[in-house]
């Protein structure tokens, strides 16, 4: 289904089960029967659109929220050194 339309209802109803129901994107891809990547699109560009860097869990306790955050953390800083890595490889080339 590469470009497919989305109703802007179904993007604000998807994007409101997660933000305001406490529901992951994957199991409102699950329940709305959408590609996962699709939603993650969607609320990517809506945390964006408002600027949010997270939206927080509504019953996400300090210790769920901080191991959230931990996991985050330590995927940015994979992230990073992979990144770091393919620069230096790529740089070593143009000698």
Do not use: C
């Amino acid at each position: 289904m590469a470009n497919a339309k989305y109703d802007p209802e179904l993007k604000k109803e998807v994007i409101d089960a997660i933000v305001n129901g406490g529901r992951s994107s994957a199991q409102a891809a699950r329940d709305y029967e959408l590609p996962v990547t699709v939603v993650y699109t969607w609320v990517r560009s809506h945390k964006l659109k408002h600027d949010l860097a997270v939206i927080p869990k509504q019953s996400e306790s300090l210790e769920q929220e901080n191991k959230r955050l931990k996991k985050e953390l330590a995927q940015a800083k994979m992230e990073r050194d992979i990144l770091k890595k393919a620069t230096a490889y790529f740089a070593s080339l143009e000698k």
